[in-house]
């Protein structure tokens, strides 16, 4: 995958998190999802469906016209473009979980993603930490319709 950028913005606190409750989305750089990329994530989770990880084949016989990413894939890019668009001067940080998530349209291997980050809430838990929900668009470059969209939470400890 191609695609890296120093992040877009610093937050050293709840408080500036809290500030960002319905605000404008925090937008990542593009990233080119390739196939090297989606060949090593099938290698690493075991899914080699042709779809995915045989060009030829999909060219010839998938609906989308050529190989696309896995959908988990793409999924697994959110906590990454969020490292690169966010920065969190913070004592840690730890993916929490999804509560929702789907996957809106394929991602043709050679598209190039971005996501947008808005966040919902952010909550008080245990340990002097907060809970960030993000609502996270992921694009595509040249569709109109998002590749996925998804409501990630995450912990972090200022």
Not at 104 to 116: D, E, F, I, N, Y
């Amino acid at each position: 995958m191609t695609g890296s950028a120093a992040p877009a913005a610093t937050f050293g606190s709840a408080a500036a998190l809290r500030a960002l409750v319905g605000g404008e989305p925090l937008v990542s750089e593009w990233l080119t999802v390739d196939q090297a990329s989606v060949d090593r994530f099938a290698e690493a989770t075991g899914d080699h469906q042709w779809i995915h990880v045989d060009p030829e084949r999909a060219r010839r016989e998938s609906p989308f016209g050529g190989p696309v990413a896995h959908g988990f894939l793409t999924l697994s890019l959110i906590p990454a473009l969020l490292g690169k668009t966010v920065a969190l001067e913070q004592r840690m940080g730890v993916n929490y979980g999804l509560n929702r998530v789907r996957f809106t349209s394929p991602v043709p291997v050679g598209s190039q993603l971005r996501a947008k980050f808005a966040i919902e809430s952010v909550s008080e838990v245990d340990n002097d930490g907060v809970q960030v929900v993000w609502n996270v668009k992921l694009e595509r470059q040249g569709s109109e319709r998002p590749v996925c969209v998804a409501e990630f939470i995450t912990l972090h400890y200022f």
